[in-house]
């Protein structure tokens, strides 16, 4: 398959992904960001970008422009903005893109996103903490040290702002 191809669909998915706001009582804890849960959230959105390969290359195989059909994928460059693209796509072949799903795009997609991002603070602070200590136990120099004290403290300012935000979806 064609990367650019890969690429436009990993941008539509992200693009179409938008972490969706909920009571307070859903507010995202730390400790679901641990790196067992962020292993499992990047393995499922590796599933479901391969489930969106295959869907593209579905929709291209049924469509009713002949280059797209020959190809086995799309380019929507190629495609004429006055012209209609029409695609007809058996039930029993669709049924199992799961990923066109309401809960999916909706719950599923937003959920996954918030574990990732997440997990990217949590390390990062995790990071952080351990290269203040690492900088005492050597006597590095005082400036040093409180240049990395305040990155920490902004750091620390970023998830709790991020935990108050955020809120999972279902």
Same mark, same amino acid.
């Given at each position: 398959?064609?990367?650019?191809?890969?690429?436009?669909?990993?941008?539509?998915?992200?693009?179409?992904?938008?972490?969706?706001?909920?009571?307070?009582?859903?507010?995202?804890?730390?400790?679901?960001?641990?790196?067992? &849960?962020?292993?499992?959230? #990047?393995?499922?959105? +590796?599933?479901?970008?391969?489930?969106?390969?295959? @869907?593209?290359?579905?929709? /291209?195989?049924?469509?009713?422009?002949?280059?797209?059909?020959?190809?086995?994928?799309?380019?929507?460059?190629?495609?004429?903005?006055?012209?209609?693209?029409?695609?007809?796509?058996?039930?029993?072949?669709?049924?199992?893109?799961?990923?066109?799903?309401?809960?999916?795009?909706?719950?599923?997609?937003?959920?996954?996103?918030?574990?990732? &991002?997440?997990?990217?603070? #949590?390390?990062?602070? +995790?990071?952080?903490?351990?290269?203040?200590?690492? @900088?005492?136990?050597?006597? /590095?120099?005082?400036?040093?040290?409180?240049?990395?004290?305040?990155?920490?403290?902004?750091?620390?300012?970023?998830?709790?702002?991020?935990?108050?935000?955020?809120?999972?979806?279902?």
């Amino acid at each position: 398959m064609d990367n650019r191809i890969l690429a436009f669909t990993l941008l539509a998915v992200i693009l179409s992904t938008t972490v969706s706001h909920a009571e307070d009582w859903w507010k995202v804890r730390l400790d679901q960001f641990n790196h067992q &849960k962020f292993s499992k959230a #990047v393995n499922t959105v +590796d599933e479901h970008f391969r489930k969106v390969q295959g @869907l593209t290359r579905l929709l /291209a195989e049924n469509s009713d422009n002949e280059r797209f059909r020959k190809q086995g994928f799309i380019y929507v460059s190629q495609v004429s903005k006055e012209k209609f693209v029409t695609f007809k796509v058996e039930g029993q072949k669709l049924i199992q893109y799961t990923i066109l799903d309401w809960d999916m795009q909706y719950i599923g997609f937003p959920n996954l996103v918030t574990q990732l &991002k997440g997990y990217g603070y #949590v390390t990062q602070r +995790d990071i952080l903490q351990l290269r203040l200590e690492n @900088l005492r136990l050597k006597d /590095a120099p005082e400036m040093e040290i409180k240049k990395l004290e305040e990155s920490l403290r902004n750091l620390e300012e970023e998830i709790k702002d991020f935990t108050s935000k955020t809120k999972w979806v279902d």
